[in-house]
C-alpha cells in the first residue's frame, strides 16, 4: 500500500533545535495510545486527528513531547504491533496526511514527537512474509525436530504463550516471540537493517523527534537457538539473559540507529532520539542500551516494578543512577504503560499511593514518561466481558501482563490486580474520559472499542479540571514546578536523613520528602511546602506527612 501526502512540503521543524545539552535528558514525555486517546470519527477507535484535536490540553498539561503508539497499516493482533506497512497509516487511525498535520500541530506548540518502530517482528500480512521465497531470507525459518519435523525446532514460548514457532503448510517452521501474526524477523540479513533505516528516514522526513523502539532487546538470537530448558519462560523475562533477549548483538543495531539519528540530526540542526523498550536483569545491563553511541533513553521498568516500601525504593532508585550515570547518561522513569497495570491499581489500589509515586517520579533526575489517563488517577479496569477482550494473550493462555518484562507488584496488589483483568493488557486501554456523566464520556461523537466504567463521570477531564484536590490539577502543578524549577530535571540529588519508612531527598531547589507507611508521620518541617500529593500540615516546625504521600519543600 502506498500514501500519499496530498501536500508535501517540508518537514516541520522541532521546537527548540539544535545540539545542547539535550532536551530529552530531562524531558517529560507523554504516551498517547491512539486507539484509546480520542475518536474524531466516531467508529469507537481513537485516531490522528482526535489525537491532534487534543493537543492544546498536552500542551496545557506542561509535557515536553508525546509519543504515539503505532499506527501504522496492520490487521491489528496486536493492538498494531504488528505491522504490514511501515509507511502507511492504518484507515482506522486515519491517513499519512493525518498524521503530517498532527506532527506539524504538535510542533507549532511546542511539543515534541515520538513514534513506535517494531523492528522485532513484522506483521504475517507484511509483503516480504507473504512472498515465501523474501520470507524464508528475512524471517526465522526452521526444519522441526522429530521424525517427521512435527516438533517446533527449539523449546522457546512465546511471550503470549504456547510454543514460539509455527509451523506452516510447507512443513518448516517460523519463530515468532509474540503471536504467530508476528513472524520474528532475520537480523543477520543486511536487508533486514537497510530496510528499517528507511524507515526511519521516512518518518524522520515527516517531521518525528525519535523513535520508541519496540522490543529493542530482541532483533538478535543466539548462535544456533539454543534451547532454554525450563517451561515458564514468561518468569525469566528481564530476570536473565535469554537466547532470545538482550543479546550482546542487540547493540551493533542500536549503534547503528544512533549514528542514523545523529547524522540525521546534525545535518538539520535538531536532535532526534531513540528510547529503547529494552527488558534487562539488571539496572547495569539497561546502561548498556544509553551508553553514548547507542540510544538516548531505556525505559528503567525495576522501577515501574518497585514495590512501594522506602528501602526498595530506595535502592532502585540507587542502581538506576549509579548505572545510568556510569555511562553519562539519564534514567528515563515510568509508571505506567499499555502493558502493564495502571500504577493506581498497581499500587494495592490506591490513588494516594499513586498520586505518591507520581510526585516521586518527576522529584527524580532524568527524563519521566505519563501513561494517558494517569493524569486522571484512572485505575485498571477489572471486569471487561470476555467478549470485547483484544489482548492477543488472552486468547493464546498466556500471561500478558508485563508480557514483555516480569511481573508486577503482585505484594500489595489486590486479587487479579497484579496482572491485570486474569493478567492480560485490556484492562489499561480502556479509552479516556473526557467530559460528561455517560461513556463515550467524550471520546468521540460514537462508542468506544472497550467499554468504560458507568463511574468514571468524576474522572473526567473536564471534571478535574480547576479543581485544586483534583489528579490533574497535581499533574499540571508538578510538571510546572518542574520548568521553573532550574536542574530539576537534570541537575544533582542527595539522599537527606529521614525517619523509617519515608524517603527524603534534595534537588535543586526543593527537598522531597516520601511517605510509604499507611499512616502520618511526623518530623522537623524540612521548609516550605511547594506541592503536595495530601494535605500535609506545619505545626511549631514540625510537619505531618500523611500516609502514602510525596511533598516537595521549598528549601
Ligand atoms: C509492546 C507490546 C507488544 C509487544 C510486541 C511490546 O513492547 O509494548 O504492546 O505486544 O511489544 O510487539
Known sequence: ????????????????????????????????????????????????????????YLKDLGV??????????????DGGYDVADYRAVDPLFGTL??????????????????????????????????????ARQRYLFRPGKGESGELPPNDWESVFGGPAW??????????????????????DNPEVHAEFEAIMRFWLDLGVDGFRVDVAHGMIKAPGL????????????????????????????????????????????KQVIGVAEAWAPTAERLALYVRPDELHQAFNFQFLNAPWQSDALRSVIDASLAATASVGAPTTWVLSNHDVVRHTTRLGGSLARARAATLLMLALPGSAYLYQG???????????PDEVRQDPAFFRGGRATGAVGPGTDTESAPDGAAGGQDGFRDGCRVPLPWSGELPPYGFGPGGSWLPQPADWGGLTVAAQTGDPASTLELYRAALELRRRLP???????????????????????????????????????????????????????????????CTWWAI
Open 1 to 56: 500500500m502506498t500514501q500519499e501526502l496530498t501536500s508535501p512540503s517540508p518537514a516541520p521543524q522541532a521546537p527548540g533545535t539544535g545540539r545542547g545539552p539535550g532536551w530529552w535528558r530531562d524531558a517529560v514525555i507523554y504516551q498517547v495510545y491512539v486507539r484509546s486517546f480520542a475518536d474524531s470519527d466516531g467508529d469507537g477507535i481513537g485516531d490522528l486527528r482526535g489525537a491532534r484535536e487534543r493537543l492544546p
Open 64 to 77: 515536553d513531547a508525546v509519543w504515539l503508539t503505532p499506527f501504522y497499516a496492520s490487521p491489528q493482533a
Open 97 to 134: 496526511q493525518d498524521a503530517d498535520e498532527l506532527i506539524r500541530a504538535a510542533h507549532d506548540l511546542g511539543l515534541r514527537v515520538i513514534v513506535d518502530i517494531v523492528p522485532n517482528h513484522t506483521s504475517d500480512r507484511h509483503p516480504w512474509f507473504q512472498d515465501p521465497e523474501l
Open 166 to 187: 509455527t509451523r506452516t503448510d510447507r512443513g518448516d517452521w517460523y519463530l515468532h516471540l509474540f503471536a504467530p501474526e508476528q513472524p520474528d524477523l532475520n537480523w
Open 226 to 269: 539454543p534451547d532454554i530448558g525450563h517451561g515458564a519462560q514468561a518468569q525469566l523475562i528481564g530476570a536473565q539473559v535469554l537466547p532470545f533477549f538482550d543479546q550482546d548483538g542487540v547493540h551493533a543495531i542500536h549503534r547503528a540507529w544512533r549514528r542514523l539519528l545523529d547524522g540525521y540530526g546534525d545535518a538539520r540542526g
Open 374 to 384: 494517569e493524569e486522571l488517577g484512572l485505575p485498571e479496569v477489572t471486569d471487561l
Open 487 to 549: 536542574g530539576l530535571g537534570d541537575g544533582p540529588m542527595s539522599w537527606a536523613p529521614a525517619p523509617d519508612g519515608v524517603l527524603a531527598f534534595t534537588r535543586p531547589g526543593l527537598l522531597c520528602t516520601v511517605n510509604t507507611l499507611g499512616h502520618d508521620v511526623g518530623l522537623p518541617a524540612p521548609g516550605t511546602p511547594l506541592l503536595s500529593s495530601a494535605p500535609v500540615t506545619v505545626d511549631d516546625a514540625t510537619a505531618q506527612l500523611p500516609g502514602d504521600s
